[in-house]
Protein backbone atom coordinates (compact mmCIF):
# COMPACT_ATOMS: atom_id res chain seq x y z
CA UNK A 1 0.00 0.00 0.00
CA UNK A 2 2.89 2.50 0.20
CA UNK A 3 4.06 2.28 -2.63
CA UNK A 4 0.86 2.43 -4.55
CA UNK A 5 0.92 5.62 -2.40
CA UNK A 6 4.49 6.83 -3.24
CA UNK A 7 3.29 6.02 -7.07
CA UNK A 8 0.67 8.40 -6.77
CA UNK A 9 2.25 11.54 -4.79
CA UNK A 10 5.34 11.15 -7.77
CA UNK A 11 2.39 11.25 -10.47
CA UNK A 12 1.67 14.17 -8.89
CA UNK A 13 -1.56 12.96 -7.33
CA UNK A 14 -1.28 13.19 -3.51
CA UNK A 15 -4.77 14.32 -3.24
CA UNK A 16 -6.02 10.86 -3.01
CA UNK A 17 -4.25 9.69 0.32
CA UNK A 18 -2.51 12.35 0.82
CA UNK A 19 1.59 11.84 1.55
CA UNK A 20 1.75 9.74 4.64
CA UNK A 21 2.60 6.46 4.19
CA UNK A 22 -0.18 4.11 5.51
CA UNK A 23 1.84 2.54 7.51
CA UNK A 24 3.05 5.93 9.50
CA UNK A 25 -0.99 6.85 9.27
CA UNK A 26 -2.55 6.90 13.15
CA UNK A 27 -4.77 3.74 12.98
CA UNK A 28 -4.30 2.59 9.62
CA UNK A 29 -1.65 -0.30 10.60
CA UNK A 30 -4.40 -1.32 13.27
CA UNK A 31 -7.10 -1.54 10.09
CA UNK A 32 -5.17 -3.66 8.18
CA UNK A 33 -4.73 -6.07 11.59
CA UNK A 34 -8.24 -6.01 12.07
CA UNK A 35 -8.95 -6.84 8.42
CA UNK A 36 -6.32 -9.53 8.84
CA UNK A 37 -7.81 -11.18 11.94
CA UNK A 38 -11.17 -11.20 10.21
CA UNK A 39 -9.85 -12.94 7.17
CA UNK A 40 -10.69 -10.53 4.60
CA UNK A 41 -7.51 -9.58 2.91
CA UNK A 42 -7.09 -11.28 -0.52
CA UNK A 43 -3.31 -10.92 -1.42
CA UNK A 44 -2.19 -11.30 -5.63
CA UNK A 45 0.64 -12.78 -6.41
CA UNK A 46 2.79 -13.16 -8.92
CA UNK A 47 6.52 -14.98 -8.95
CA UNK A 48 6.38 -14.77 -5.08
CA UNK A 49 5.60 -11.34 -4.80
CA UNK A 50 2.91 -9.00 -3.51
CA UNK A 51 1.19 -7.34 -6.82
CA UNK A 52 -2.14 -6.71 -5.48
CA UNK A 53 -4.41 -6.53 -2.28
CA UNK A 54 -7.96 -6.40 -1.51
CA UNK A 55 -9.77 -6.27 1.71
CA UNK A 56 -14.11 -7.18 1.70
CA UNK A 57 -15.89 -7.82 4.05
CA UNK A 58 -19.94 -8.33 4.32
CA UNK A 59 -21.78 -4.83 5.50
CA UNK A 60 -20.66 -1.35 4.31
CA UNK A 61 -17.37 1.27 5.65
CA UNK A 62 -18.99 3.30 8.46
CA UNK A 63 -17.58 6.38 6.27
CA UNK A 64 -20.45 5.67 3.95
CA UNK A 65 -23.56 7.51 4.11
CA UNK A 66 -26.43 5.39 5.78
CA UNK A 67 -28.52 3.50 3.34
CA UNK A 68 -26.89 3.78 0.40
CA UNK A 69 -25.62 0.62 0.01
CA UNK A 70 -28.17 -2.23 -0.33
CA UNK A 71 -28.62 -4.56 2.92
CA UNK A 72 -26.57 -7.63 3.21
CA UNK A 73 -23.78 -6.62 0.58
CA UNK A 74 -20.26 -6.79 0.50
CA UNK A 75 -18.35 -4.12 1.10
CA UNK A 76 -14.51 -3.72 -0.80
CA UNK A 77 -13.04 -1.60 1.89
CA UNK A 78 -9.64 -1.33 -0.42
CA UNK A 79 -8.49 -2.61 -3.93
CA UNK A 80 -4.78 -1.89 -4.77
CA UNK A 81 -2.57 -3.24 -7.30
CA UNK A 82 1.11 -2.59 -8.09
CA UNK A 83 1.53 0.18 -10.46
CA UNK A 84 3.93 -1.63 -12.85
CA UNK A 85 3.81 -4.45 -15.45
CA UNK A 86 3.36 -7.44 -12.74
CA UNK A 87 0.47 -5.12 -11.43
CA UNK A 88 -1.18 -5.04 -15.06
CA UNK A 89 -4.79 -7.07 -14.58
CA UNK A 90 -4.38 -7.97 -11.19
CA UNK A 91 -7.45 -5.38 -10.45
CA UNK A 92 -9.56 -6.88 -12.23
CA UNK A 93 -9.10 -10.37 -10.67
CA UNK A 94 -9.33 -8.86 -7.53
CA UNK A 95 -13.03 -7.47 -7.79
CA UNK A 96 -13.82 -11.05 -10.43
CA UNK A 97 -12.41 -12.48 -6.55
CA UNK A 98 -14.76 -10.11 -4.51
CA UNK A 99 -18.15 -11.17 -7.13
CA UNK A 100 -17.01 -14.90 -5.70
CA UNK A 101 -17.27 -14.35 -2.59
CA UNK A 102 -20.09 -12.32 -2.31
CA UNK A 103 -22.03 -15.02 -4.33
CA UNK A 104 -21.07 -17.29 -2.27
CA UNK A 105 -22.33 -15.63 0.91
CA UNK A 106 -25.54 -14.71 -0.91
CA UNK A 107 -24.95 -11.01 -0.81
CA UNK A 108 -27.42 -8.92 -3.55
CA UNK A 109 -24.84 -6.19 -4.22
CA UNK A 110 -21.06 -5.25 -4.00
CA UNK A 111 -20.38 -1.68 -2.73
CA UNK A 112 -17.34 0.43 -2.81
CA UNK A 113 -16.18 3.94 -2.67
CA UNK A 114 -13.17 5.97 -3.44
CA UNK A 115 -12.16 9.64 -4.38
CA UNK A 116 -14.30 11.65 -6.61
CA UNK A 117 -11.32 13.35 -8.23
CA UNK A 118 -10.18 10.49 -10.13
CA UNK A 119 -11.46 9.99 -13.68
CA UNK A 120 -9.63 6.66 -14.25
CA UNK A 121 -11.02 5.14 -11.04
CA UNK A 122 -14.78 6.29 -12.18
CA UNK A 123 -13.80 4.46 -16.00
CA UNK A 124 -12.56 1.44 -14.48
CA UNK A 125 -15.32 0.66 -12.10
CA UNK A 126 -17.87 1.53 -14.34
CA UNK A 127 -16.28 -0.94 -17.22
CA UNK A 128 -16.73 -3.60 -14.12
CA UNK A 129 -20.29 -2.60 -13.94
CA UNK A 130 -20.46 -0.66 -10.74
CA UNK A 131 -22.85 2.23 -10.67
CA UNK A 132 -22.42 5.76 -8.54
CA UNK A 133 -25.11 6.16 -6.18
CA UNK A 134 -23.72 8.56 -3.51
CA UNK A 135 -21.44 10.98 -2.78
CA UNK A 136 -20.08 11.90 0.39
CA UNK A 137 -16.94 14.39 1.83
CA UNK A 138 -14.70 12.79 4.15
CA UNK A 139 -11.84 14.56 6.21
CA UNK A 140 -8.26 13.91 4.89
CA UNK A 141 -4.98 15.64 6.43
CA UNK A 142 -7.47 19.14 7.42
CA UNK A 143 -8.74 19.30 3.66
CA UNK A 144 -12.47 18.11 2.63
CA UNK A 145 -12.07 14.81 0.37
CA UNK A 146 -15.11 14.15 -2.12
CA UNK A 147 -15.84 10.84 -2.63
CA UNK A 148 -17.74 8.58 -4.67
CA UNK A 149 -20.01 5.33 -3.42
CA UNK A 150 -20.62 2.68 -6.10
CA UNK A 151 -22.58 -0.41 -6.34
CA UNK A 152 -23.12 -3.50 -8.60
CA UNK A 153 -26.11 -5.16 -8.24
CA UNK A 154 -25.41 -9.39 -8.49
CA UNK A 155 -28.18 -10.85 -10.19
CA UNK A 156 -28.70 -14.54 -10.47
CA UNK A 157 -26.39 -16.84 -12.21
CA UNK A 158 -27.28 -17.11 -15.82
Known sequence: MDSVLKWLVAQGRPEQWGTVPFSQQPGFPDRVADWTSQG???IAERGGACVGLMAAAPGASPRVPAGVVPEGSMFIHTVMTDRGPDGRGVGSVLLA???????????????LDHWAGSPELGRIYDEHGYVQVAEYTDEQGGKAVRNLVRVRRLGPLA
Not at 97 to 111: D, K, N, Q, V
Open 40 to 42: VIT
Open 97 to 111: HAEHLARTLGAPALA
